[in-house]
């Protein structure tokens, strides 16, 4: 399976619809429908079932997928490093992060390095910490901005600051105004949290545990601003990063237990060698947090 190929194949393994892929891709359905006909035909088994008009990547299938999708990726990466050993001032830095980091981070890291280096690019994709560490590992993102830091192998990591924790309450909650509070304290008290697979979540169950605590959780969220505006709407308190100005509608009390902090940092793959574009703008992350520490 050549380049064309890997695009193809999974393009239609990730839409599981012939006529979306062949939308996607500008070709004819019935010339993709041979095309995978053929590659079935040459490896002995079909890669999908079929449901009518729809197909599903059956256990051959995805098997083979994983394969592709990295294939690809390599490929990609290839590309994308002659492109810069061609033009060193050129090219494109595909970065992922935490859907909170979307509002000031994310922007606030990119704005500064384009300044200096406006022709370098960048792809961006938001999502849960698993899910974006995950794409660097396959070669899928360069960089991630992730909080904590992973504990899967392969993984390169730079601190880039440390946020403190508070707990968010209603405005006109009972504790808000308390100078500061212990988990503990809150064995009754229902809580708003992120999905299990994000990086909040993850430092929370920790912290709870580490409390010797088992949380009453009444609603999930797969995003801090909804977080808080459940908070906000008396539905429940919730941890967050310490942030300036308070939301309306919410108080935050700080917590007292150790380790109530999330460590912020750039993570990529430790086995991969960077483009000439990603080593530059991971170098102006490195340097940014050097900058913000001494001051």
């Given at each position: ?82 492109a810069d050993r061609i033009n060193p001032t050129k090219g494109v830095v595909r970065l992922s992060f935490l859907h909170s ?41 360069d960089l991630a901005l992730v909080s904590p830091r992973p504990s899967e192998p392969g993984i390169g990591w730079r601190t ?136």
């Open positions: 399976m050549l380049g064309g190929d890997l695009e193809w194949f999974t393009t239609l393994a990730e839409t599981e619809n012939v006529s979306a892929a062949a939308d996607r891709l500008h070709l004819a359905q019935p010339t993709l429908s041979r095309m995978l006909a053929r590659l079935e035909k040459r490896l002995g088994t079909p890669l999908f079932d079929r449901h009518g008009k729809r197909i599903r990547l059956n256990e051959y299938g995805r098997l083979y997928y994983e394969h592709a999708r990295r294939a690809r990726a390599e490929l990609l990466a290839g590309e994308q490093a002659v980091f979307g509002s000031h981070l994310a922007p606030q890291l990119i704005g500064e390095f384009r300044r200096g280096s406006g022709r370098i690019h960048f792809t961006l994709f938001q999502g849960a910490a698993e899910v974006i560490t995950r794409q660097v590992l396959d070669g899928e993102a880039l600051l440390n946020q403190p924790l508070v707990l968010a309450v209603p405005a006109d909650h009972r504790l808000a105004g308390q100078r500061q509070i212990h988990l503990t304290e809150l064995a009754d008290t229902e809580f708003v949290t992120m999905h299990a697979g994000f990086g909040m979540r993850r430092i929370f169950d920790e912290l709870c545990a580490a409390a010797g605590m088992r949380p009453h959780i009444t609603f999930e969220s797969s995003d801090l601003v909804t977080v808080s505006g459940l908070v906000a709407a008396g539905l429940g308190v919730a941890l967050v990063p310490a942030e300036e100005p308070v939301p309306p509608g919410l108080a935050v009390v700080p917590l007292a237990d150790a380790g109530a902090s999330r460590d912020v940092g750039l993570i990529w793959s430790a086995t991969a060698g960077p483009s000439e574009a990603v080593r530059r703008f991971r170098d102006f992350a490195a340097d940014w947090a050097a900058r913000r520490q001494a001051r």
